[in-house]
């Protein structure tokens, strides 16, 4: 049985549960979501994922939503990339979402995605703050290690990695935080890794 | 042996472990942090915690750090506010960290304990606004629902009331969403609960 994930190749966070599938080897395919013309705000999304999100796994019956659940629902499944120290590796996740993906994706989509008219600059400036304490988190953590929370590759390196790889400004520049650079090559070096915009469908040059 | 919890009354966050803690009659003392001094930002505390935040949990010679975690472990290890579901606790606790706690929490901070002249209005109102969308979420939620992932509470409803119960203005009024406020009444009749200010060390009359 196939697993479906609902996502769109703009979304960080359903990158995040997209890589691990991929990763993991897990039999998935991708459903677009267009979320550019406003779909995850309407009732039949809502019905999908009441909290109005991207991504949502469903396999028969079973219905996952936020990617750090369907991350660790694939780990488990598979055995892959789950870490030794489930607290660790969790720490890690929830550090991910509130103070990396979680200010990542809105400076990102607020510096890219909005007319530039409607760009609120106090609140970009803000999150690009706040994202240079938690690089610095990471960079200082990354000091000889290879991988976030064990010494093998984990669903924490594929949740903090979750916007890292794309290609629009949002105030992260590899040259500043060598450690995290040098980390995200490891990812990209992983047996099957894509790019985001290569594992899930649209892309800006889409709407173009 | 009674374990330590690094907190200060200020955070919500940290009212999420000792809520949890609590409620679930573990052995626990705070210690206070000096947040408003700045301790979370030296070195010795970033020997305790490199992510320079709290809570900090330490019983024997395990330490964990974020308030998930932490919540985690002492459901785990009471038996108590676990829920029967995991993935379900877990969303809504994932949930919390980027889009409701993740918010409040800045917005708290932003609106209450900076200098009048050094608040950034376009950060306040972006915030604002991402905590209206998450408020609707939960409100919907809670439509024939009395606790937020089981029939009975779970560590997830007291994530998602970590800021809830402050008094300092951030954009929550109960009035606003009824259901929200009837659940918040739900935690408070707990046996046992406590205000954050009651049951940590440090408040802003401290600092009056």
């Keep these: 049985m196939t697993a ?6 703009e979304s960080g ?3 995040k549960a997209a890589l691990t599938l991929e990763l993991a080897g897990y039999d998935w395919e991708p459903v677009q979501v267009a979320f550019f013309s406003g779909e995850t705000r309407g009732p039949d999304f809502i019905g999908l994922n009441e909290m109005g999100e991207v991504p949502v796994f ?3 019956d079973l219905t996952l939503t936020q990617s750090a659940v369907i991350q660790l629902h694939v780990a488990e499944r598979t055995g892959k990339f ?5 607290n660790e590796v969790l720490r890690w996740m929830f550090f991910d979402n509130h103070r990396l993906s979680g200010q990542a ?5 607020l510096m890219n995605f909005l007319p530039a008219e409607k760009r609120p600059a106090g609140a970009i400036d803000y999150l690009q703050g706040r994202l240079r304490a938690s690089y610095k988190v990471l960079e200082r953590h990354l000091e000889g290690r290879d991988w976030v929370a064990d010494a093998e590759p984990t669903i924490a390196d594929f949740a903090c990695c979750g916007y890292l790889f794309y290609p629009e400004p949002f105030g992260f520049d590899r040259a500043d935080w060598p450690r995290m650079g040098a980390w995200l090559d490891r990812i990209a070096a992983l047996p099957g890794w894509k790019h985001p915009y290569d594992l899930m469908p649209g ?4 709407r173009a």
């Design 82 to 86: 789950l870490g030794r120290d489930r």
């Design 58 to 60: 469903r396999e028969g």
């Design 203 to 206: 892309s800006p040059a889409d």
């Design 4 to 9: 479906k994930l609902w996502c769109f190749g």
């Design 105 to 109: 994706g809105p400076a990102r989509f």
């Design 13 to 15: 966070n359903a990158y």
